[in-house]
C-alpha cells in the first residue's frame, strides 16, 4: 500500500497563518455541524477532518504522509475500541445474569427518609460505575429516586444533585465509560493509571458532597418507615426475574480486583465477562444462545414494568458501535493535524514563550473548559484537542495523565451542568428538573474542577515526566 515504504515523505513547512487557518476551519466546521446543524458527533468530526485534509492537499502535503498518519492514528484507537466492544458485551452478560440488578436491588432497599440523600448518591454510583454509563443510571435509577424523594418529601433539587454528583462519579471513574476510555485513548495513557490519577480531585469533591447529604438528610423533618410503593415495585419485580443473592456480586469483585492487580484490562474484562456468563447460564438458567444474544445485541425485557424494563434493557456489542465510530472518527480529524505539523508549530511557539508545567496545564483547563462550553460535547472537546495538547504538555516534563484528568474534570463533571449541551439536557429533563434549581446540590461538578485548579496552581500531585511518562 501506498504508505508502505522505506524513506518518510516529507511534508512542506507551513506557516504559522497555515495552521490557524486549518484549526478556524476544523473548529468553525465542527460548532456549525453540531451546534446548529445538529449532525451527528461521529459524522461532524469526520467532515471536518475531510475539510482539514482538502486544504493540507491544496497547501501540497502529500496524500502519502496523510494516509499513513491516518492509519496511525486509526491503530492508536484500536485498543479502546477493543476495550469498547468488551464493555457492551460486559454490561449485556452482567445485565443477564443479574448483577446490576444485584446493585440497584441493594441500593433501594436501603432507602431511608434521613439518608435519602447519601443512598440515592452512594447508589447511582454504584450502577454507573457498574454499569459505565451515566445516561442510563439516570433514565432508569434515577428516575425512579426521583418519584421516592417526592412521596418523602424531600426537595426536588437536593435529590436531583445528589442523583447527578453519585451518577457522574460512577461514570467519570468507571473502567466501563466510554469518556474514561476516550479521555485516557486521545491523552495516550493508560485506563487504570487515568482512573486512580483522577482521584485526586474526584475523591475529596465526592467526600464533601457526600458530607452535605447527610447534612442536608438531618434536616429533615419525621421518619417514613414505610418503602414507596413505587420503589417496592421496583425491588418486588427484580426479585422475581433474578436470583439476586451473594453470588451475583462476584464479576465485578473479580474484575476489580484484576485491575487492582494491575492485570492488563482486556483480560480483566474478558475474565468478567465469562464470570458473569457462568452465572447466568448456572444461577439464572439462561440458554447459551440467550448468552450470545445478550453480547451482541444487549438484555432485552418484558416483565410488563415499565421503568424495570427501561432499566433492564441495555448493554451489548453493538450499543457500543456508535462510540466506535467517533473513535475512528476521531483519528480521521487529527492526521491532518499530524501531517501538517501543527501540533510540532504549536510546540515550538510554547517552547520560545518558555511556558512551564502550570502555565501550560492552566491553559488546557481554560481551553477545554471554553471549548466545552460552546459544544457542549465531550466526544468533540477530548478528540479534537485532547491530541493537540497531548505532546505539549508533555514537553512542559508534565505526565500525560494530568492532560487526562483534566479534560474529565472540565468536561465529563462539567457536562450535566451545560443546559445547552446534549449531556445537560437530557439531565433536566430526565430528572424533570432544571439546571439551575439542582446546580448548587451537583457539588461533584464544579468541586471536581476547583480541585484540579488547586493542583494546577499548587503543584501538588502533577508528578513528574522523568518518573511517570504518564
Not at 287 to 314: C, F, K, P
Not at 330 to 338: D, E, I, N, S, T
Amino acid at each position: 500500500m501506498s504508505y508502505d515504504r522505506s524513506e518518510p515523505v516529507v511534508s512542506p513547512a507551513l506557516s504559522g497563518v497555515h495552521h490557524l487557518v486549518l484549526l478556524l476551519v476544523a473548529i468553525g466546521s465542527l460548532l456549525a455541524a453540531i451546534m446548529w446543524l445538529s449532525i451527528p458527533t461521529a459524522v461532524a468530526l469526520i467532515v471536518a477532518g475531510s475539510l482539514a485534509i482538502t486544504l493540507c492537499l491544496v497547501w501540497g502535503v502529500p496524500w502519502e504522509r496523510l494516509e499513513a498518519d491516518l492509519l496511525s492514528g486509526i491503530q492508536a484507537m484500536l485498543i479502546p475500541i477493543l476495550i469498547l466492544i468488551c464493555v457492551g458485551m460486559m454490561v449485556g452478560v452482567w445485565m443477564l445474569s443479574g448483577t446490576i440488578p444485584a446493585m440497584v436491588t441493594l441500593g433501594l432497599e436501603l432507602l431511608t427518609p434521613a439518608l435519602f440523600l447519601v443512598v440515592a448518591c452512594l447508589s447511582c454510583s454504584l450502577m454507573s460505575v457498574m454499569a459505565g454509563t451515566s445516561w442510563g443510571t439516570l433514565s432508569t435509577i434515577g428516575v425512579a429516586l426521583m418519584g421516592v424523594a417526592a412521596g418523602l418529601d424531600i426537595p426536588l433539587a437536593w435529590a436531583a444533585g445528589a442523583i447527578v454528583t453519585g451518577t457522574f462519579f460512577g461514570d467519570k471513574l468507571s473502567p466501563l465509560s466510554d469518556t474514561t476510555v476516550m479521555a485516557s485513548a486521545v491523552c495516550e495513557v493508560n485506563i487504570v493509571t487515568h482512573i486512580r490519577h483522577m482521584l485526586y480531585s474526584t475523591l475529596p469533591a465526592y467526600l464533601i458532597a457526600l458530607g452535605v447529604y447527610a447534612w442536608l438528610g438531618s434536616s429533615i423533618s419525621g421518619t417514613q418507615d414505610d418503602t414507596p410503593a413505587q420503589t417496592a415495585l421496583l425491588v418486588d419485580t427484580l426479585h422475581q426475574v433474578f436470583s439476586t443473592n451473594v453470588i451475583t456480586f462476584l464479576p465485578p469483585v473479580v474484575v476489580f480486583i484484576c485491575i487492582l492487580l494491575k492485570k492488563p484490562v482486556l483480560p480483566s474484562f474478558a475474565v468478567g465477562i465469562v464470570c458473569g456468563a457462568l452465572i447466568a447460564l448456572l444461577l439464572q438458567g439462561a440458554s447459551l444462545s440467550t448468552i450470545g444474544q445478550a453480547m451482541n445485541g444487549g438484555y432485552s425485557s418484558s416483565t410488563g414494568v415499565e421503568m424495570v424494563d427501561s432499566m433492564l434493557s441495555r448493554g451489548g456489542l453493538q450499543s457500543m458501535m456508535s462510540t466506535v465510530a467517533v473513535l475512528i472518527a476521531a483519528a480521521v480529524l487529527g492526521a491532518p493535524f499530524k501531517s501538517a505539523g501543527t501540533l510540532d508549530a504549536a510546540i515550538i511557539l510554547l517552547n520560545k514563550r518558555q511556558a512551564g508545567r502550570r502555565q501550560v496545564l492552566g491553559s488546557a483547563m481554560g481551553l477545554h473548559s471554553l471549548a466545552f462550553l460552546l459544544t457542549g460535547s465531550y466526544y468533540v472537546t477530548f478528540a479534537l484537542l485532547g491530541p493537540l495538547l497531548r505532546p505539549l504538555v508533555a514537553n512542559s516534563g508534565t505526565p500525560t495523565k494530568n492532560l487526562s484528568r483534566i479534560l474529565e474534570d472540565t468536561g465529563t463533571t462539567l457536562s450535566p451542568l451545560i443546559p445547552w449541551g446534549v449531556t445537560g439536557a437530557f439531565t433536566a429533563a430526565t430528572l424533570g428538573v432544571s439546571t439551575a434549581d439542582f446546580l448548587v446540590y451537583a457539588i461533584l461538578c464544579y468541586g471536581a474542577i476547583a480541585f484540579s485548579l488547586f493542583y494546577v496552581v499548587s503543584g501538588i500531585g502533577l508528578g513528574h515526566k522523568t518518573r511517570d511518562s504518564k
